[in-house]
């Protein structure tokens, strides 16, 4: 895929200003191929995840999006729906029934044109600056496909883009690319499901150790439902609950 508003906002427009501002830097670059499909799996920090990767990676690649970034009323969400449509990033409805099959059909048909395709595992953003148990979705496409998986972790997005905010902060940035992970290693776990959970899982293992973050065995959707609610967490989410793996504090550079 070749879209000339990806590299005027990358080279021209966003891209020099985020170089200076965020100062990124990327570990394990050389790792993605250089050609052919190949599925780019992450954590999810902040909105400008969307924008740190591409900014860093020589290949254009295109991210699986929440609806919500195209639909969003109002100034800020004008700016967000012409970049991400620009770009050619996809639309996924988050609260259809078909969600699942839409993003499964939508990954299929990008990487089946030989190109990169970002999807962060966690299905949306961290509420806390953890990690949070993985929706199966990136797994599933990558069995259905057959491409490469590369975990990568985004390292303190989260602190330059914080939720809510739509202007980065002056805070630097990193990108961490993992080793490739082969899909064909996981067809004999049992059924589609177990199958995919498997592959998942151990995604979401290389992510944590690329990233140093905590571990939360609980989809990060329940937990943002029960703050807003003003229940609190889950049981076993809080921090040092039963629900949390401890990571090592500090991204694996």
């Known amino acids: 895929m070749r879209n000339r508003w990806y590299s005027f906002f990358k080279r021209v427009l966003i891209?020099?200003?985020?170089?200076?501002?965020?100062?990124?830097?990327?570990?394990?670059?050389?790792k993605v191929p250089a050609t052919g499909a190949a599925l780019m799996v992450s954590n999810h920090l902040a909105v400008m995840d969307h924008f740190y990767f591409p900014l860093v990676c020589?290949?254009?690649?295109?991210f699986l999006a929440k609806q919500e970034y195209f639909t969003t009323p109002?100034?800020?969400?004008?700016?967000?729906?012409?970049?991400?449509?620009?770009?050619?990033?996809?639309?996924?409805?988050?609260?259809?029934g078909d969600t699942a099959k839409d993003a499964l059909n939508t990954g299929v048909k990008v990487l089946?044109?030989?190109?990169?395709?970002?999807?962060?595992?966690?299905?949306?953003?961290?509420?806390?600056?953890?990690?949070?148990?993985?929706?199966?979705?990136?797994?599933r496409v990558a069995l259905e496909t057959g491409v490469p998986v590369y975990p990568m972790a985004m390292?303190?997005?989260?602190?330059?883009?914080?939720?809510?905010?739509?202007?980065?902060?002056?805070?630097?940035?990193?990108?961490?690319?993992?080793?490739?992970?082969?899909?064909?290693?996981?067809?004999?776990?049992g059924n589609e499901y177990q199958c995919a959970r498997a592959l998942t899982e151990d995604i979401l293992k290389e992510i944590q150790?690329?990233?140093?973050?905590?571990?939360?065995?609980v989809y990060a959707t329940d937990v943002k439902n029960s703050l807003i609610a003003g229940d609190g967490y889950p049981e076993g989410a809080e921090p040092g609950g039963a629900k949390v793996r401890k990571g090592t504090g500090k991204p694996k550079k």
């Open 15 to 30: 891209g020099p200003f985020l170089w200076v501002w965020n100062r990124p830097y990327y570990i394990g670059g050389e």
């Open 58 to 62: 020589k290949r254009q690649l295109t």
């Open 74 to 96: 109002g100034f800020v969400g004008g700016v967000q729906k012409f970049f991400f449509s620009s770009v050619g990033q996809v639309p996924i409805n988050r609260e259809s």
């Open 112 to 139: 089946g044109q030989g190109d990169l395709l970002g999807i962060s595992v966690e299905g949306t953003r961290s509420p806390d600056g953890r990690l949070y148990r993985g929706k199966t979705g990136a797994a």
């Open 155 to 189: 390292i303190d997005t989260d602190k330059a883009n914080p939720i809510g905010s739509w202007f980065p902060r002056p805070r630097r940035v990193g990108v961490i690319i993992g080793d490739p992970m082969n899909p064909e290693d996981y067809r004999d776990r």
């Open 209 to 217: 150790e690329l990233s140093g973050q905590d571990y939360v065995d």
